[in-house]
């Protein structure tokens, strides 16, 4: 079993501004991969950024970048240059064992980008 | 490609009615996963198909089912409906089982009354 936590219900900063969400993980596998998945008003979950865990340098995909502590168990999603589109549900996720667990969602960051 | 499509996209039930929810993966992938979301409990996995078979199961009661046909396009079942089950639920697809992001449709809201 693995657990997802994410501390921070909500957050809002102003468009241009760089963001940082948090999350934490707790898993017993060795092999697993983290994700961050967007969810924007219209509720279409949209995949971010992936992390296997067996890879040290931290994943980047244009403004999206992660801090993977693997020892703390802690996975941060950062948003540079942050845009009015940006505004969505951040969902934190976990899976291990080949997936058949299916992934395994923290409770969402709410992030607002204020114009 | 096409992304995952999901049918319909919304549906308002009584309770004590059964539902069919109905998904379409993308093409090529050969897994698809049901996840319940809820304002309470949040995201929870239901269960995934691969290759017509059941992988595994969430913490759900029996009157939560699904089946996978050949083309991999998947169904999800629930029996006798309660007002606790309204929730959006989404389907997710992946190319098989050493693949382990998945790809989300936009849903079914389903409301019971």
């Known amino acids: 079993a693995q657990t997802v936590t994410q501390s921070q219900p909500e957050m809002s900063v102003q468009e241009a501004e760089t963001v940082t969400l948090s999350c934490t993980y707790d898993?017993?596998?060795?092999?697993?991969?983290l994700f961050w998945y967007k969810q924007p008003p219209s509720r279409q979950m949209i995949l971010v950024i992936r992390?296997?865990?067996?890879?040290?340098q931290n994943a980047t995909e244009n403004r999206f970048s992660v801090n993977f502590q693997k020892a703390a168990k802690s996975f941060s999603l950062k948003i540079s240059d942050s845009q009015l589109g940006d505004t969505a549900m951040y969902f934190c996720?976990?899976?291990?064992?080949?997936?058949?667990?299916?992934?395994?969602f923290g409770k969402g960051t709410h992030l607002i980008i204020q114009p | 490609k096409a992304g995952v499509t999901q049918t319909p996209r919304y549906l308002i039930k009584t309770r004590g009615q059964q539902v069919t929810l109905s998904c379409s993966p993308i093409?090529?992938?050969?897994?698809v996963s049901w996840y319940q979301q809820t304002p309470g409990q949040g995201l929870q996995f239901l269960f995934e198909?691969?290759?017509?078979?059941?992988?595994n199961k969430g913490n759900f009661p029996g009157r939560f089912s699904g089946r996978q046909f050949s083309n991999s396009r998947s169904e999800m079942n629930v029996s006798t409906l309660e007002l606790g089950d309204s929730a959006l639920y989404l389907c997710?697809?992946?190319?098989?089982?050493?693949?382990?992001?998945?790809?989300f449709g936009p849903g079914t809201r389903l409301t019971v009354t």
């Open positions: 997710a697809s992946r190319p098989g089982t050493a693949s382990y992001e998945q790809y």
């Open positions: 898993t017993s596998e060795n092999n697993y991969y």
């Open positions: 992390q296997e865990a067996y890879k040290q």
């Open positions: 996720a976990c899976a291990s064992g080949g997936g058949a667990d299916g992934l395994t």
């Open positions: 093409s090529g992938h050969r897994s």
């Open positions: 198909y691969f290759s017509e078979t059941q992988r």
